[in-house]
């Protein structure tokens, strides 16, 4: 029985690197078949069908988001050890990313959703303490610019560099925004 649990466990875990490198677009059976060195025969024999094994993506990917929350709600600040734990978890990130891009399809609009949710209950704290703002006004400006960070980022540019320059451009423009309304 071990067996069977760890063969499909070989095959998420390469779905899940594969969509978040590319997207759903990367998971045609026959190239996790060939990359795994097997038939694909094993895939409909653990999964039955791409949808079934698209589910079970999903739920992977909860579960990994899930382990990772308790990591971003100890941090008292959006600091340095923020960043790398951003870094440390690239692939989960970028697993989220490709969801909002092809959110036209409910299963990944859902799992993206219930994932986010999970995210800003996480974030909440540290965020409004880091731009210095209402909750009101810094959970309106967490929307802009976590769609503005989906947008942007890709697997090369998803650095310590690119998040830190991202973070401080994020804060910088609120800050102009301030001063600009603060002298009208």
């Known amino acids: 029985m071990a067996l069977k649990a760890d063969s499909s466990k070989t095959w998420l875990d390469l779905g899940y690197e594969l969509f978040s490198e590319e997207g759903h677009e990367g ?3 026959e ?3 060939r990359i795994l060195g097997k038939n694909k025969s094993g895939f409909y024999h653990f999964f ?3 949808e079934i094994f698209l589910e079970k993506l ?3 990917h909860v579960e990994k988001e899930g ?3 308790p990591r971003f709600t100890a ?3 959006i600091s340095g050890r923020f960043l790398d734990l951003m870094v440390d978890n690239k692939q989960t990130i970028l697993f989220q990313t490709h969801l909002v891009k092809n959110r036209d399809t409910k299963l990944f609009q859902d799992t993206y959703f219930k994932v986010n949710g999970m995210i800003e209950t996480a974030v909440r704290p540290i965020w409004v303490k880091y731009l210095g703002v209402s909750e009101e006004v810094a959970m309106k400006y967490w929307g802009v610019i976590r769609d503005t960070f989906y947008a942007r980022v890709t697997s ?3 650095n310590q560099v690119w998040l830190s ?3 401080a451009e994020a804060k910088s423009i609120l800050s102009n925004a301030q001063n600009d309304s603060a002298s009208a």
């Open 31 to 33: 190239r996790l078949s």
């Open 75 to 77: 941090l008292p600040e």
């Open 58 to 60: 999903m739920q992977m």
């Open 156 to 158: 090369k540019t998803f």
């Open 67 to 69: 382990a990772l929350i």
């Open 27 to 29: 998971l045609q059976v």
């Open 48 to 50: 039955r069908s791409k």
């Open 165 to 167: 320059d991202f973070m």
